[in-house]
């Protein structure tokens, strides 16, 4: 069976046509994207937003979709704190792990699903925002995404089967069971804002990627993209492309931003692999000041990292469990 069918992508919601809600989810951008064009706060647009829109109009039985209320909470907490960190340290090895950290037991606390909240808290330290306005416009967005999945699901067009989605996608978006991962992907953010700051990229760890990562180390063995690092890498560099492309030939209004989202959902389709972030891959541009070739090519050099120290975490995994079964290394 194609793997992306069986993740809920290719299932119909009460007879609905299966791009239903990828077509709500591209409308809801658009919403967010005029009301930011609008009011002059181009952060309005959380690229995250593209992710849990996605989602949980996509999958009405989702994890994410019945827990509005910590979709907000989770986000509007963790752009505080990130928030409160840009206003008092530096871009950095220590202010980054900081705020990840303080985003990670934020989620842990809430006993939350949202790992995009670690996008939420990252975001305003990357792109120097230090406003208060930033949590308030987080508030907004994501206030309106959790109406928006109340009214679909109390419309009735959700699966009348209990077991309608993939159980693996709600086991992603729980809380980890165990952290051995964790000096591997604290390893992966020191390792991507070195090379960043090397190279004059600092978007090599862009926002998106600490969810990519925190989900691939969390849940390698449920991770949909966790064993197509191919296609990982794909999605990620080509949505990078088109959200640049879209904003330098169409600008930053609300038609750019359904484009990206939505040429965004045919190339994951194309690609058989279900990466809600990397929608917000394509968002990311909206909100960068002057987004050019530079983007997709740290967005590139970040997933190939993350690529990298997954694959070496997994191998010494590996390498683990054969000395605990008593198996001699190969020579």
């Not at 308030?136 to 009735?156: E, P, Q």
């Not at 990982?232 to 080509?238: D, F, I, Q, S």
Request: with cysteine; net charge positive; proline share 8%.
């Amino acid at each position: 069976m194609n793997r992306f069918r069986s993740r809920g992508l290719g299932q119909r919601v009460r007879g609905k046509p299966p791009w239903m809600g990828e077509l709500l989810s591209t409308l809801y951008i658009g919403l967010i994207a005029l009301l930011a064009q609008g009011s002059g706060l181009t952060y309005l647009l959380f690229p995250e937003l593209g992710a849990l829109s996605h989602d949980v109009f996509k999958r009405p039985d989702g994890l994410w979709a019945r827990a509005p209320g910590l979709l907000v909470l989770t986000t509007v907490l963790t752009a505080l704190s990130g928030t409160l960190i840009t206003r008092h340290l530096a871009y950095g090895v220590p202010a980054v792990l900081l705020d990840v950290g303080c985003s990670a037991l934020v989620i842990a606390v809430l006993r939350s699903p949202f790992a995009p909240a670690l996008s939420a808290g990252l975001m305003p330290l990357v792109l120097g925002i230090d406003s208060w306005l930033y949590p308030v416009a987080i508030l907004f967005g994501t206030g309106i995404l959790a109406v928006a999945t109340l009214l679909w699901r109390r419309v009735g067009w959700t699966s009348p089967e209990p077991a309608a989605h993939d159980p693996d996608d709600d086991v992603v978006e729980r809380a980890p069971l165990e952290y051995g991962w964790i000096p591997y992907f604290v390893a992966f953010l020191i390792l991507a804002i070195v090379l960043g700051e090397r190279l004059g990229l600092r978007f090599v760890l862009f926002p998106p990627l600490t969810v990519i990562a925190f989900e691939t180390f969390a849940h390698p063995t449920h991770c949909p993209w966790a064993h197509r690092p191919v296609a990982l890498l794909v999605a990620c560099t080509l949505t990078a492309a088109i959200g640049v492309v879209c904003v330098r030939l169409i600008g930053e209004g609300p038609l750019a931003a359904m484009l990206s989202i939505l040429a965004g959902a045919v190339l994951l389709r194309r690609l058989a692999v279900y990466v809600p972030p990397a929608l917000a891959v394509g968002l990311l541009p909206f909100v960068i000041a002057q987004p050019d070739w530079r983007f997709p090519l740290a967005a590139l050099l970040g997933t190939a990292l993350q690529i990298g120290m997954f694959a070496l975490w997994r191998l010494r995994e590996r390498l683990a469990q054969r000395v605990a079964d008593g198996v001699p290394p190969q020579r």
